[in-house]
T-cell receptor, first 112, second 117 residues
Framework: GNSVTQMEGPVTLSEEAFLTINCTYT??????LFWYVQYPGEGLQLLLK?????DKGSNKGFEATYRKETTSFHLEKGSVQVSDSAVYFC???????????FGTGTKLQVIP | NAGVMQNPRHLVRRRGQEARLRCSPM?????VYWYRQLPEEGLKFMVY????????ESGMPKERFSAEFPKEGPSILRIQQVVRGDSAAYFC???????????????FGPGTRLLVL
C-alpha cells in the first residue's frame, strides 16, 4: 500500500537557521506529493506540491523537490522564522485516485 | 472566496450520545473528504463523497459512523453512540472538479475537535 514516512520531531531551531524535514514515500505509479502546514488550533494549509519527478514545489521560502530515484520529497528552508513554528505534514495522492495519505507530522519549534 | 467551513469548532458529548459534524466546501467544489486526526498523529482518511454519492468509504469504521453530502446543504459526518476513543479532531477537505475529475489539491477546513466525556 501507500505510505509516507517523516522524520520524528520535535525539531528545534534558532531563528535564521537552515531547515530540512525529511520525507520518503512508498507508492505505486506516479503520485503527486504535498507538504501541508498546521498552526496550533487550526486546520491544514497547503504549503507546496509537486506532481511529477524532478518538479520543485516552492512557497514562502520553502522548497521541496520530487525525487523519484530516492522516493523522497524533503522540505527545506534557508532561514526559518519564529512564525514558521508549526507541524508540517508530508502527503501523497496516487495518480487517478483521491485518497491522500499523510505522514505523522513533524513539529517545528523556532526560538528567537 | 470563503474557504472550507466546519462547525462546530468544538463539540463535547457524553458517551452514548450522537455527534453531528458539518462541512461546507469551498464555493464551486463538489468533492468532500473527511479525515480524522488522533492526538499526536497524522490525518487518516475516512470517506470521500460527491454530491449525493459516497465514492470511497474505506477509512470509515464499519459501525456507528456515517457520512452524507446531500444535493443541498453541507456534508454531515455522523457518529452515533460515541465512545471515548472517538475523541479526535475531524477535518473536512474539498476539491473542485474539472474535466470530469476531482482536482488533486484538497483544501482543508479548520476542523471540529470532538471530546467525549
Amino acid at each position: 500500500g501507500n505510505s509516507v514516512t517523516q522524520m520524528e520531531g520535535p525539531v528545534t531551531l534558532s531563528e535564521e537557521a537552515f531547515l530540512t524535514i525529511n520525507c520518503t514515500y512508498t507508492a505505486t505509479g506516479y503520485p503527486s506529493l504535498f507538504w501541508y502546514v498546521q498552526y496550533p488550533g487550526e486546520g491544514l494549509q497547503l504549503l507546496l506540491k509537486a506532481t511529477k519527478a524532478d518538479d520543485k514545489g516552492s512557497n514562502k521560502g520553502f522548497e521541496a523537490t520530487y525525487r523519484k530515484e530516492t522516493t523522497s520529497f524533503h522540505l527545506e528552508k534557508g532561514s526559518v522564522q519564529v512564525s514558521d513554528s508549526a507541524v508540517y505534514f508530508c502527503a501523497l495522492r496516487p495518480g487517478g485516485y483521491q485518497k491522500v495519505t499523510f505522514g505523522t507530522g513533524t513539529k517545528l519549534q523556532v526560538i528567537p | 472566496n470563503a474557504g472550507v467551513m466546519q462547525n462546530p469548532r468544538h463539540l463535547v458529548r457524553r458517551r452514548g450520545q450522537e455527534a453531528r459534524l458539518r462541512c461546507s466546501p469551498m464555493k464551486g467544489h463538489s468533492h468532500v473528504y473527511w479525515y480524522r486526526q488522533l492526538p499526536e498523529e497524522g490525518l487518516k482518511f475516512m470517506v470521500y463523497l460527491q454530491k449525493e454519492n459516497i465514492i470511497d468509504e474505506s477509512g470509515m469504521p464499519k459501525e456507528r459512523f456515517s457520512a452524507e453530502f446531500p444535493k443541498e446543504g453541507p456534508s454531515i459526518l455522523r457518529i452515533q453512540q460515541v465512545v471515548r476513543g472517538d475523541s479526535a479532531a475531524y477535518f473536512c477537505a474539498s476539491s473542485e472538479m474539472m474535466a470530469g475529475q476531482a482536482q488533486e489539491t484538497q483544501y482543508f477546513g479548520p476542523g471540529t475537535r470532538l471530546l467525549v466525556l
